[in-house]
């Protein structure tokens, strides 16, 4: 806890980007400040407000609206990815209890929100940075190892269901598709359909016009998946056919991403994909219908953006950045 | 002197055999096309347009080709050393007209409005041809994204594994497109918003005849993209790909790529007309198989003229079995070949033979429509040409052939040939798209006297022929007054239909 402050939001015009839409231009509003160590992953728990990152050999936890530090969870080898399990009561959402966590040593760890005690450790077949995505229809944890492994975790009891070797990426993965995991495989050009159903690879997404795709977001509902290249491509695929539909131009450098519902509330952008990256630039990829998509803004905040994470209580973005060269927590919003 | 003949014969039937080959119509594969030359012609990106013509060079690049643009004004002498010349919707079609017209490259061509001055469709706008704009016509534009394949044995469809079947031709958004109307000697390889002649991609093979009796100096393919559609020809990846309704159903980059190849590719080249030649062929062919000849047996007219008909099948060597009109189809039972002679009462035989699982030679036009060979509006999808009390139009002896690279043609040139010895009857038919037209009647191009249908084309209500299915119009009691071209058009006719069909 030590290692973090907060800092106060008063000169954040290095941050601001010059509107282009003006209901939805979106701006650095806040800055949480870390001491020293990067952030490679952000979760949030909107209704428990709570913000978890993945940093360090641990995960850090703070306040979601103060950045004040309010925990830390330790036991990971350069902490890689972290993801919150979603919690309902009745209809409504509820505060998140459980949680998982991973490393760059091939390591994932099941943990309770409650006390940020680890309740089980997995080991994956592989050694290597271990990225994270939930699948809600299945109720498991996709746990996708870059030295190319996929582990199954069973959400509730962070038991392994299954596990095996097989081919991965370095970039963003994404599931909760059709027994489906999405990874972004930079070094082959191509995004990886992994189906942690049959533990087989369902064949491969080559870029249309793309080079080295790093962030991926999906929307479940209309089967789109958002991809985004470090040349400065974004591709929209149709999963049902792995089809590019779409191209946008985006930002430069290694890319995240996520996706949301009604990411500004009612009456505004019915779904979109914002898209972080190295160079500074957020995107945000407006849902106008299934099969019409704009970049609805591209807004540039400072150099080194990195994990992306939305919180549907405040439609607040949460981005890991630099600020000269001190890691920090952007907030984002419009 | 003897032994002459035979060598002379054998390189006849050899020159006639490869005809037959060469229609097969092989086409290069990737790895062959590799390095052939294309020139793309463009035109002036509209201000504050975006189009896809950059997209088209990167992957006709990416597939190995080396690609030189030019632009709308300049000349077709550019051409010159090219593969292939391809005329992208952006270049200005007031422009370009017909300077690609009479190129010997052959052309690809996606540029609708330009198809007239090619001679690939006729002028009319809305009627021989038309662009959608999926803004004004923004229903229309969806409909088109549904494309029909009517014959998976043409070589283009089946160079890919193609089904007689619906396809996707464009990802899932209101997009323009363009259709034509092609002129008889095209294949339609893909017609679109469920009208069958609205081709959506077609084809004229060197040498056919192309709109107003322009024969073609080399292949032309006519595309359904415009000028940023080209990204949006479908393709499937992922486990889509393994399903094979859905890879079947996704393949209009696979369509397009074979196209382009299909126009890189060797053209049919067309056996000489000669008839001993064709004649000794299908003697060759026809040795022991077994035909069964329907007829009226004891006929008032005609009985001279199938009764020498049955002597000219027995004298190529089919052995012959000789039915009436009113037996049951299956005395087709254990035959080869079927051929039902004009003698026959349409309303007598009913819908027999049609389903039969073995070639079919019509004699009668005006059978066409209960074999499934053209739609059932007589004097509209078929009729009689010169019949007295059923036609305006004067009787005729000349047909015009309007596909002279096809082995039906016999060899014979693209124009009119004196097909009987004194103008008659002839009976004529408009066969579904599918079907390959080999002779028109004069000044009447959409009156086709004799085509074909490939096994496993859609014929009339998208029936899938069984079998290779040809009309060939000998009204009783015409056999007798066929001229020697006649002679050679009937044996042409025959040995195609009893040829083993494309697979």
Known sequence: ?334 | MFRCKHIILALLMAAFAAGMIANAQQILTPAQAKGKKILLVVGEPEKGETNDDDAVKKHFESLGYVVTTASEDDPATKASGQDLVVLSSTADPREIADKYMEVAVPVFTWNTVDYPDMKMTGPERHVDFETIDHVQDFARSFSMLYGYFPNATDPIVKEFGGKTQLFGTGYLLPQNFGWGKPAAGADIIVNTEGDPTHAGVFTYEKGVTMYGGFVAPARRVGFYIQDSTFHYLTEVHGLAAKDPDMADWWVGLKLFDASIRWALSQPVTPAPYDPGATKAALAKAAKGKRVLFVRRLDTPEGEESDDHIVEHLKEVGFIVKEEDQTEPQSVADGEDFIVLSATNSKYKTTNKYRDAKIPILCLEGLMADTLKMAGRRRYVDYGEHGELTESEDPQEAYLEIVNSNHPMAAGLKNGYVKFIKEADVLKWATPAPSATIIATLPNSTHERAIFGYEKGAAMADEYVAPARRTMFPVDNPAFDDLTEAGHALFDAAVLWTISPPAK
């Open chain 1, 1 to 334: 806890m030590s290692r973090l402050s907060r800092t106060a939001v008063s000169s954040l015009s290095a941050f601001l980007l010059a509107a282009t839409l003006p209901a939805q231009t979106y701006k650095a509003i806040a800055e949480y400040k870390l001491s020293d160590a990067s952030v490679k992953a952000v979760a949030v728990d909107s209704e428990g407000r709570r913000l978890f990152l993945a940093a360090g050999d641990g995960i850090t936890v703070l306040n979601a609206d103060t950045g004040t530090p309010a925990g830390t969870m330790a036991g990971l080898k350069g902490a890689h990815d972290v993801l919150l399990i979603p919690a309902m009561n009745g209809e409504e959402k509820a505060p998140s209890t459980k949680g998982f966590a991973s490393d760059a040593a091939g390591h994932v760890i099941a943990f309770s929100l409650a006390d940020l005690k680890p309740s089980a450790t997995i080991q994956l077949a592989t050694s290597g940075p271990v990225s994270l995505c939930y699948d809600t229809d299945a109720k498991t944890v996709e746990a996708v190892s870059t030295g190319g492994s996929l582990a199954t975790i069973d959400a509730d009891t962070g038991k392994v269901l299954q596990q095996g070797k097989i081919v991965t990426g370095a970039g963003q993965v994404v599931c909760g598709n059709m027994d489906h995991v999405y990874v972004a495989d930079p070094a082959a050009n191509v995004v990886h359909v992994l189906n942690h159903a049959t533990m087989k690879d369902d064949g491969d997404y080559p870029m249309k016009s793309g080079h080295k795709p790093s962030g991926l977001s999906l929307d479940t509902k209309g089967r789109r998946l958002f991809v985004s290249c470090e040349d400065g491509t974004i591709e929209i695929i149709d999963t049902d056919a792995g089809f590019t539909f779409i191209e946008l131009k985006g930002g430069m450098g290694a890319a995240h991403e996520t996706f949301a519902w009604l990411p500004q509330g009612k009456g505004q952008w019915k779904a979109a994909a914002f898209i972080a990256q190295e160079d500074g630039t957020l995107s945000g990829i407006r849902m106008m219908a299934y099969i019409n998509y704009t970049m609805g803004g591209q807004y540039k905040l400072g150099p080194g953006l990195g994990s992306i994470a939305y919180d549907d209580k405040t439609h607040h973005l949460f981005i890991a950045s630099m600020d000269a060269g001190s890691p920090v927590v952007v907030v984002a919003g419009y």
